[in-house]
Structures are given as structure tokens and as C-alpha cells.
């Protein structure tokens, strides 16, 4: 099950929302455990299992390492027990596949699907039980309470990765009100436009300049930005939805997304893209490794893992290991060469550079298949395969105002527009508003949400890219 569904907007949420409203303060965490396990078996029944073992795994496991005279080696077993599951489904028919190709090698294929969300909750258990062995966190005894933060749909299947740290407090205590209420819709309703009326239509744009074969400089250009988009609009438009429905039911989640396309340096775009998975890296690998304390050699290596790390954690092929690695590259010639000179440059030149970066990031990211990564390379680099097509033209005119739409809407100018328009202050979308300007935005948010249902019922095409993370 996901968002931008019609099940999802018509009978899960609000039967859930009405369930949880009326029934005592004392039984809600059962009923959201109840509900997400219900939304997660939705889509795939048997995995509901491995989630299930991993609760109980890092339940006792915390326990454990809270209570035992060796806590270090229960923290060990921890890390290892989680990346191992993590390996079994993700990666292990990817080496099987590229071991079979040397001569004389036959490794059996386990065909082993990918647990939708095991990536983040994963990431969220060990770093539970990390916490707790540093200290920062008391250990969860009440092991309802701990499979809810596990399990909580919000957040589930696509983060963003919530530290048991942020929502600790509200486990036990957290009350339903209206301002929080009326915030949560807003978001989620901000994001499901996101998803639904722009992130979709990228979507159908790149496949059709993927599936028209060969691209030329135009084709490639447009496929390239289509993409960028589609991946922005998809992924922050499920993080709004995740923070809204979080609110909804009392939970603070972080922010996950900065107007990253803003940035002027590729330094910057880390710090504002999926900052919770960064912020995991930085404080779980980076830092323990070292960091930048022991020397540049050992500060680059620290880097060199954490970003192939982050490149295959995103899924099982080469393209991302290659897009974790592109970046380590770029970040250590900005880090160590660039930044120097760049502290001079026009803030438009800078934003120029970061946007072309970014842009042949995404390039090695979407490319899945070695065809597809060298028909964008055959299109931007070798003149022999045209600068421009009838088609690629075709495309560009009758998906001009959607690409500007997504352009624009990718910066703060849209928020800025909506909080001004609406009587926002500071961003502040829950106090501070006359009721006229509630009532205004609450209708145009109302259209959003007529608009994307229209949409989901008249078009199938609903995917989600971090399905497959």
C-alpha cells in the first residue's frame, strides 16, 4: 500500500483516523501497531515475518545490551544480525549474478524479493540499539512500544529514518489535537500533490524518452531533467506525507528534504537531500570511524566508505555504487581543491555547477541497465547522434509548462507564494492565521486533493522509486 493511493485516501486513513479518535489515550499505540502491520502486509503478507523477527531480534538484543556485563559483544552480534538479514535479501542474488559470470562458477540463485522498507527500518533498529549502548537512549522494556517505532506506516516504507531518540517521549506521551491535526493534513495533502500531479507526470516523460531508443543531445537533456524531477517531487512528496501523518497521530518527525536543487555547492546539496539518511551515515560510520580527526588520509577512506555505502545501501547494482563513489569524487576535489576557489565565485555560477553535478548524478542513479547509462552517454558526449530529434522537440513544447511548473515548484518560491498568500508567518502553519485564511487555504488544499484523486482514477500510472530501496 502507498500514499497516493485510492485505498489508502478512502478506507485506510479514515477508518484508522476515526478508530484511533474514539477510542481510550491507553490503546492507541495498539491501534497504530494493528493498522501499520496491516499496511504492510497489504502489499506483501509473508515479509510482514522478517519484520516481525527483526523486532524481536533488536527487542531483545536492546535489552541485552542494556543489561549484560558485555554489552559491546551483544552490540557486535546487533550490527552483524542486521546487516546480515539486510545482505540475504538484497544482495545476495546480485553476487550470485556477477560470480555465475566467471568461468567455472555456479553460485545458485535464492530469488529472494526485497522487503519493501527493510532498508530504512533496519537502519532505525540498529541505530535504536546503538543509541541505547551509548547511552542516549533508555532501553524499550515494553515491547509494544518498540514495534510501534519499528513499525509506525508514516515513516515505514520510505522514511524518513526515525532515531528512536525523536519520538522516544511521544511513544508515552502524546496528545490528539486540532492544530496538530489540521497541520498534518495540510502537509500530507502538500505532498500528495507533490507526488501525484508532478511526480507522475516526470515519471511518464523519462520512461517515454527511454523507450524511443537511442537519445541525442536533446532527448538525453530532457530525459535527464524529467528524472531530476521525478525523483525530487517523488521522494520529498512521500517525506511531507510521512511528516503530516506523523503529526496527525502526535509524532515530531524530522525534516527530510531543504530545497536541495537550491544549493550551490554539492557539499550543501548533501546537507539539505535526504538529511536523515545522511545525518544516519555521519553518526553511526563516519564519526565512529574516525572522521576528520585522524588525518586527511584517514578522512578520506572514512569518506571513501561512507559514500560506497551509501551507494549500494540504495539497492543491488553497480549503477549505485558508481553514483556513491561519483559523489565521494566530487566532494573530495571540492573538499580539498575546489572550495578555495569557489568562495569567489558568482552564487549563480556556483548554483550552475552544483545543477550539472546533480543532474549527471541522477543520470548514473536512473541507469539500471549498462544500455540506458550508455545511450544518455552516446546522447550528452558524441555529436554523431544528433543534437536534436522531431520527437525530442515534440516532447519539449508539449511538456514545457509541466517542466517549468516543476522547476519552480523544486525552489522555496511556491512555499513562499502559499505562506504569503495564506497568512503564514515563519513558515508556522498551524498558529498565527485569521480564519479567513484557514478556510482559504483548507479549500485550495481541498482542490489539491480533487485533483489527485481525478488523477489516480482516470490514470494507473502510480509509481514509487524508493519502492525498490
Known sequence: MIFSSLFFLMIFLPVLLLIYCIVPEKARNVILLIASLFFYAFGEPKYVLVMLGSIIFNYVMGLLIHGSKYPKL?????????????????????????????????????????????????????????????????????IIKFALYVTMFPQLIAGPIVRYADIEQELDNRKL??????????????????????????????????????????????????????????????????????????????????????????TEFWNRWHISLSTWFKEYVYIPLGGNRKGVRRQVINLFIVWALTGIWHGAGFNFLLWGLYYFLILIIEKFVLLKYMEKWPGFVRHIYSLIIILFGWVIFASDEWPTFVSFVRGFFVPSTGFWSSMGIYELTTHLIILAIGIIGSTRLPMIAYEKLFKIKDNDIENGRSAVAVVSADIYLLIVLLLCIATLVGDSYNPFLYFRF
Open 74 to 142: 551483544f552490540l557486535i552480534l546487533t550490527v552483524v544480525g542486521n546487516i546480515f538479514v539486510l545482505s540475504l535479501f538484497k544482495y545476495t542474488d546480485f553476487l550470485a549474478v556477477n560470480l555465475n559470470k566467471i568461468p567455472g562458477i555456479r553460485v545458485p540463485m535464492l530469488g529472494l524479493a526485497l522487503p519493501i522498507g527493510i532498508s530504512f527500518y533496519t537502519f532505525q533498529t540498529m541505530s535504536y540499539c546503538i543509541d541505547v549502548y551509548r547511552g542516549k537512549v533508555k532501553c524499550q522494556n515494553n
Open 177 to 266: 489535537d486540532l492544530n496538530s491535526l489540521h497541520f498534518g493534513a495540510e502537509r500530507f495533502l502538500i505532498g500528495l500533490g507533490k507526488k501525484v500531479l508532478l511526480a507522475n507526470e516526470f515519471g511518464k516523460l523519462y520512461d517515454t524518452m527511454i523507450a524511443e531508443g537511442p537519445l541525442n543531445l536533446l532527448t538525453a537533456f530532457i530525459a535527464a531533467v524529467a528524472f531530476t524531477l521525478q525523483i525530487y517531487f517523488d521522494f520529498s512528496g512521500y517525506s511531507d506525507m510521512a511528516i503530516g501523518l506523523g503529526r496527525i497521530f502526535g509524532f515530531h518527525f524530522m525534516e527530510n528534504f531543504r530545497y536541495p536543487y537550491e544549493a550551490k555547492s554539492i
